[in-house]
């Protein structure tokens, strides 16, 4: 009935892309170190890209670019998520 293909971490330019691209559509912007830090903690799981990057365009106070304030606060909750499922 479901076909499961396993995909592994991704490369550090498609992690990259992963994170930013779809956050470009939706106005996100990410600072530099912001970015880092997000990338980090991801550590080319899809999943955790995703979790991440919905955290961080759910947060409204950042303004146009996220700072390291903003992706900490991201992956924190982006943590809870992961905990719960």
């Known amino acids: 009935m479901f076909t499961y293909?396993?995909?592994?971490?991704?490369d550090g330019d498609s992690t990259?892309?992963?994170?930013?691209?779809?956050?470009?559509?939706?106005?996100?912007?990410?600072?530099?170190?912001?970015l880092d830090e997000l990338l980090a903690?991801?550590?080319?799981?899809?999943?955790f890209l995703q979790v991440y990057g919905r955290c961080r365009a759910d947060?409204?106070?950042?303004?146009?670019?996220?700072?390291v304030r903003d992706t900490t606060t991201a992956t924190f909750e982006g943590d809870g998520l992961r905990?719960?499922?």
């Open 5 to 10: 293909h396993e995909i592994g971490e991704l």
């Open 16 to 34: 990259r892309d992963a994170l930013v691209l779809p956050g470009q559509r939706a106005g996100v912007r990410y600072t530099p170190e912001a």
């Open 41 to 47: 903690h991801a550590s080319g799981f899809p999943f």
């Open 59 to 67: 947060l409204k106070d950042a303004g146009d670019r996220a700072v």
């Open 83 to 85: 905990s719960t499922g």
